[in-house]
């Protein structure tokens, strides 16, 4: 039976609009795999060389021990944010005489095959072969190894329960907060208990007990966690409430795109995905403390100007990277419509240019921090509006991942929509305007570069017909190929 699971979602996979991207996207992600696995490997071998010759009087294995409790932390934290977790359309199979926990099974291993649980491998095998090369006790580092591979699991596990269950997530969030700030005013140091712990590890080979019960426990928890909801009523059963409309007249002043923005208005209203979406985006408002309050960067002016992407971009990022993934649901039926794309396109690039214009009068406050930066905000301003709002609007044509907008979603931002080519289209969005800044600031002076900035946003502006002609042009071309992934059951 999991040899026919294997077979239907290699056919699903093949089959799928991700199989066929383009590929440019796909050369790229392998690069970037083999790049981080690379460096895995290099910090791997190194890590034992690079420890004894800055702390000559440490043993390197109690060093790692002392901080991998930080390493497996910051893998949680990665993991919440940007793994994929697979989902087993598992509807067909409730109604074919298949054992339930064959599925649950299948759909659990399905985790295991994940990047992040692959790339501690490159890092601890490595090291553990140069502690065997050095005359390391092969039954203590053999007993580590595969400790540390549990461990790596059982974050994996834990993960798919704090995607899933919103008392996981609050649960832990809780512990690493309070942990975090104890470390942080020097109250307690999670380091020497947690070192202690993996030293125990080492020292007592038996001890690798401890992390394969944990990985069992957490497989244990969330088989019962599936296996409670596997039922065919509550996996069609929706959540019916009263709506109440709203007609919002005064969005009829945009004229054609007005319709299209009503439609946007009304899903932000009404829907979870879009409300975490804009929460988030206020948030963003508060980026600068990182940076403003700070001498450091200060004399980097670089990071300054990244920053000021970020305080008036929030909602353009995280509302725009997700166009036209938010109209999955009904896309097919919008198409089918007689009504201009370019319409479409254009009310969804206002609304991220008014969510700027609406940043940036919020941001006032920055004033504080001197008109330099203040400067460079408004300038970030004009380049989120003239040149990232296209680019965002651009990236849409390869990011065919449906979202459904009530999804019981994670506590913090569901990522449901997410997917590496993301990070991809992010880059220019990031680095672009640095280089822009940057360079001018270089060979001139810091004004030189806000000027330059801000005309790039500018230009964008006065160009908003050609890019939007553009842009439209290659929606068309992709039009079948969205409406075909927006079907496909994820």
Known sequence: ???????????????????????????????????????AVFAGIGAYFGIQKMLPDKNPVEVINNFVIYWFLTDMVIRFFMQQLPV?????????????????????????????????????????IVLLAHDYSVLNVV?????????????NYLNFL????NKVFYVIATLLIAAGLLQFYGIYSITEPAGYFFNTIYNKP????????????LYRVNFKFIRKDFYLDGAISKETKDVHTQELTWLNRFGKVAPFLKNDVRMIIRNKRPKQVLFMSFLFLFYGLIFYTQETYQEMPAFLAFASMFVTGGFLMSFGQLVPSWDSEYYKLLMSQNIPYREYLKSKWSLMVVAVLISFILSTPYIYFGWDIFGMIAAGALFNMGLNSFITLYGGVLNRVPVELNVKAKAFSNTQGFNPTQLLIALPKIFGPILIFYIPYKLINFETGIICLAVSGVLGLVFTNFFLNQIEKVYQKQKYKTIAAFSEKK
């Open 206 to 217: 038996y001890a690798v007990l401890i992390p394969l019960l944990l990985m069992i426990m």
């Open 88 to 128: 087993l359309n598992i509807k067909p199979y409730m109604v074919i005489p298949i054992k339930r926990s064959t599925v649950i099974h299948f759909l659990l291993g399905k985790t295991t095959i994940s990047f992040f649980n692959f790339l501690p491998l490159f890092f601890f095998l490595p090291f553990s």
């Open 143 to 155: 007993a580590w190894f595969f400790s540390m591979m549990f461990f790596t699991l059982s974050v």
């Open 162 to 165: 704090l995607n899933k269950n």
């Open 1 to 39: 039976m999991f040899k026919r699971f294997v077979s239907l979602e290699w056919k699903q996979f093949s089959r799928s609009s991700y199989f066929q991207k383009g590929l440019a996207i796909k050369i790229l992600l392998v690069l970037a795999a083999l790049y981080f696995i690379a460096m």
